[in-house]
């Protein structure tokens, strides 16, 4: 997560353009846990400047400053030792003008100083049960802030109502033969164990076809997020180049967004390794780090559209590949509380770290990269998460002068019917927006 640091770069890269009347601010934590050089009142220091920073911006404003939450799962915890001493130090700060303090700490902590799992997983994250005493502990002092109306739209929500959709698969026919029978099941998921992961919206593709189509995408992508963002749910944009790469165009735009901090912040985990049958043609994938790169024969058929070309073009004369752009698609907005997650396993660390269950994928391309990616449909399925394809918000790289030789967004549909059979299932973006499913323009 976000350090004092990164928060005095959002506040220097536009983030007070509002003129909110109150602000509720509190940090630290991230510095405890995530640099552990970082001495208290080298953080104190960080949180008297970013305090400056909103009084210097915002000279009408209130400041409610939180104490930093608990760290560790006992009081004698080297992070807990440090959270107290920046706490001590902090509580200073309340003495300036229009900054108020209040330390709410004791609220989460047993008569000996444990912070209790029903309260915090980890001893760092509240459960739903934190946060709802954390709502009401706030709930007095925000209306002696700010107007009671004020206060109460500023507590957190937890009655959030859940996401009801229906999805799309395909199961073999009971006579066993080639058929498949298409089912509609209603879906509800939790929206705080819910993530939208956006791959590959390039802002230019080497093929000029895949740019024309990504360009297409990019608002109705965005709309969605936005519903989705406001419902709760962690958008995670994933514009992925090839992290083991650092000096790659796309690190080098991204790195110091606090979004792209945020994911890199995230606790590795150990996951699972599936065993991999791949056909011939993918020898070159390292099956003992990256199984999840290669179609597996041992769940799925051959993919339905192969170009033997390995470029997918559809243009005429065909495109010349070069390297891809340095961001995503403008058209899709990055939130402060987004995050931005590189080509490898960052996207599935932060899931657990948030306790993400539930998978919306959307982006392109359908049968390279949204399958393949670390964060991609095939891992995220081998690592038991709910899976739901936007099939509607989706695009394939595929030239139809290759098998099976149909339309390249027939092609597309086929690839979509192949992931419904052997991975996920698929739901369109009109049960979240409302209106309509996208389509494509006719001469797209």
């Given at each position: 997560?976000?350090?004092?640091?990164?928060?005095?770069?959002?506040?220097?890269?536009?983030?007070?353009?509002?003129?909110?009347?109150?602000?509720?601010?509190?940090?630290?934590?991230?510095?405890?846990?995530?640099?552990?050089?970082?001495?208290?009142?080298?953080?104190?220091?960080?949180?008297?400047?970013?305090?400056?920073?909103?009084?210097?911006?915002?000279?009408?404003?209130?400041?409610?400053?939180?104490?930093?939450?608990?760290?560790?799962?006992?009081?004698?915890?080297?992070?807990?030792?440090?959270?107290?001493?920046?706490?001590?130090?902090?509580?200073?700060?309340?003495?300036?003008?229009?900054?108020?303090?209040?330390?709410?700490?004791?609220?989460?902590?047993?008569?000996?100083?444990?912070?209790?799992?029903?309260?915090?997983?980890?001893?760092?994250?509240?459960?739903?049960?934190?946060?709802?005493?954390?709502?009401?502990?706030?709930?007095?002092?925000?209306?002696?802030?700010?107007?009671?109306?004020?206060?109460?739209?500023?507590?957190?929500?937890?009655?959030?109502?859940?996401?009801?959709?229906?999805?799309?698969?395909?199961?073999?026919?009971?006579?066993?033969?080639?058929?498949?029978?298409?089912?509609?099941?209603?879906?509800?998921?939790?929206?705080?164990?819910?993530?939208?992961?956006?791959?590959?919206?390039?802002?230019?593709?080497?093929?000029?076809?895949?740019?024309?189509?990504?360009?297409?995408?990019?608002?109705?992508?965005?709309?969605?997020?936005?519903?989705?963002?406001?419902?709760?749910?962690l958008i995670v944009h994933a514009p992925s180049c090839?992290?083991?790469?650092?000096?790659?165009?796309?690190?080098?735009?991204?790195?110091?967004?606090?979004?792209?901090?945020?994911?890199?912040?995230?606790?590795?985990?150990?996951?699972?390794?599936?065993?991999?049958?791949?056909?011939?043609?993918?020898?070159?994938?390292?099956?003992?780090?990256?199984?999840?790169?290669?179609?597996?024969?041992?769940?799925?058929?051959?993919?339905?559209?192969y170009d033997p070309t390995g470029t997918g073009c559809?243009?005429?004369?065909?495109?010349?590949?070069?390297?891809?752009?340095?961001?995503?698609?403008?058209?899709?907005?990055?939130?402060?509380?987004?995050?931005?997650?590189?080509?490898?396993?960052?996207?599935?660390?932060?899931?657990?770290?948030?306790?993400?269950?539930?998978?919306?994928?959307?982006?392109?391309?359908?049968?390279?990269?949204?399958?393949?990616?670390?964060?991609?449909?095939?891992?995220?399925?081998?690592?038991?998460?709910?899976?739901?394809?936007?099939?509607?918000?989706?695009?394939?790289?595929?030239?139809?002068?290759?098998?099976?030789?149909?339309?390249?967004?027939?092609?597309?549909?086929?690839?979509?019917?192949?992931?419904?059979?052997?991975?996920?299932?698929?739901?369109?973006?009109?049960?979240?927006?409302?209106?309509?499913?996208?389509?494509?323009?006719?001469?797209?």
């Amino acid at each position: 997560g976000s350090q004092t640091q990164h928060i005095l770069w959002q506040l220097d890269h536009g983030l007070t353009e509002a003129r909110p009347r109150g602000v509720i601010l509190m940090a630290g934590v991230n510095n405890v846990l995530g640099s552990p050089a970082h001495r208290a009142r080298d953080i104190a220091h960080g949180m008297h400047t970013l305090v400056a920073k909103l009084r210097e911006r915002l000279p009408e404003c209130e400041i409610l400053l939180l104490a930093t939450f608990p760290a560790g799962r006992t009081s004698e915890s080297p992070e807990r030792r440090k959270v107290v001493e920046l706490n001590e130090l902090l509580a200073k700060l309340g003495k300036i003008e229009r900054v108020r303090f209040l330390d709410l700490t004791s609220r989460f902590l047993t008569k000996d100083g444990s912070f209790p799992e029903d309260l915090s997983p980890d001893g760092i994250h509240l459960t739903a049960e934190g946060y709802r005493i954390w709502a009401e502990a706030l709930r007095p002092t925000l209306q002696a802030c700010w107007p009671v109306e004020e206060a109460q739209s500023a507590v957190p929500r937890l009655d959030r109502p859940p996401l009801r959709f229906a999805s799309r698969r395909r199961i073999e026919s009971d006579d066993g033969g080639d058929d498949w029978k298409t089912i509609s099941t209603q879906q509800r998921w939790a929206p705080n164990q819910t993530a939208l992961v956006i791959c590959d919206m390039w802002r230019e593709h080497w093929c000029k076809g895949t740019a024309r189509r990504t360009a297409l995408l990019g608002p109705p992508i965005d709309r969605l997020a936005n519903r989705l963002r406001e419902q709760g749910v962690l958008i995670v944009h994933a514009p992925s180049c090839p992290t083991r790469q650092p000096d790659h165009p796309t690190n080098r735009f991204y790195q110091d967004y606090a979004q792209r901090q945020l994911a890199r912040a995230a606790p590795p985990v150990q996951l699972s390794l599936p065993r991999v049958q791949p056909p011939p043609r993918w020898d070159h994938i390292d099956l003992t780090t990256a199984p999840w790169g290669a179609p597996n024969l041992r769940r799925e058929s051959n993919c339905p559209i192969y170009d033997p070309t390995g470029t997918g073009c559809d243009c005429t004369p065909r495109c010349k590949p070069f390297h891809h752009d340095t961001r995503q698609v403008e058209s899709i907005a990055i939130a402060p509380e987004d995050a931005i997650v590189g080509d490898n396993l960052e996207a599935l660390y932060l899931f657990k770290q948030r306790g993400i269950k539930n998978v919306l994928v959307a982006g392109v391309s359908l049968n390279v990269c949204m399958m393949g990616r670390p964060f991609g449909i095939r891992n995220l399925v081998y690592q038991d998460y709910k899976v739901a394809l936007m099939r509607d918000l989706t695009d394939s790289l595929y030239d139809p002068r290759q098998p099976p030789h149909v339309d390249h967004h027939r092609g597309t549909e086929i690839m979509t019917e192949h992931i419904e059979r052997f991975w996920c299932s698929s739901i369109t973006s009109d049960q979240f927006t409302g209106g309509k499913p996208f389509s494509w323009p006719a001469a797209n």
